[in-house]
């Protein structure tokens, strides 16, 4: 598990890990030319906060509204989601960029994920200040599916501003709407 500060028992990679030199599994391809908004997931509080970058997300309209993320098994955020049950997705902007990197653990983050970041530990976790939009949720519940888990949790809460360019990911690389 991710405690505050504390490295990860996963590491900066060498390479990008979503972009393989030999052009990759045909389905992993095909995900990638689905053009994605990026968020970054947090959970937990105090020394036991994690959080990751995820594109993999749907947002189920219904009473009650759900969330649907997909997350890779063993990731330290998935653990501390099922420790809490409750988690925030923060909708990223073109300038968060590097926000994206750090919690996809493709950037260096010395003295942990959320290090000199503006954040308040709230009821469902770190809620980064930088980013407006987000949602707050309830686990539900997790499902394997193929190698990814589905994290199904009730949408408790959103907060939304303005998002004019937001973060995207296409076929390997952030884009943003013009």
């Given at each position: 598990m991710v405690r505050d500060g504390a490295p990860s028992?996963?590491?900066?990679?060498?390479?990008?890990?979503?972009?393989?030199?030999?052009?990759?599994?045909?389905?992993?391809?095909?995900?990638?030319?689905?053009?994605?908004?990026?968020?970054?997931?947090t959970s937990g509080e105090q020394t036991?906060?994690?959080?990751?970058?995820?594109?993999?997300?749907?947002?189920?309209?219904?009473?009650?509204?759900?969330?649907v993320l997909s997350l890779a098994e063993g990731s330290d955020v998935l653990e501390v989601i099922n420790s809490t049950g409750r988690f925030v997705v923060h909708v990223l902007a073109a300038e968060?960029?590097?926000?994206s990197d750090r919690f996809a653990l493709v950037a260096p983050s010395p003295g942990g994920l959320f290090a000199g970041l503006a954040f308040e530990d709230g009821k469902w976790g770190p809620e980064l200040a930088v980013a407006g939009n987000r949602g707050r949720a309830t686990l539900e519940r997790v499902e394997r599916v193929g190698y990814q888990q589905l994290v199904v949790a009730t949408l408790d809460e959103v907060v939304l501003a303005n998002l004019e360019r937001p973060l995207i990911w296409f076929r390997g690389r952030y884009m943003a709407v013009p």
């Open positions: 028992r996963r590491v900066i990679h060498d390479e990008h890990p979503f972009r393989p030199a030999d052009g990759g599994d045909p389905v992993r391809r095909l995900r990638g030319r689905l053009a994605a908004g990026v968020a970054v997931v036991e906060r994690s959080g990751s970058t995820v594109a993999s997300i749907l947002v189920v309209e219904g009473e009650p509204a759900r969330l968060d960029r590097a926000l």
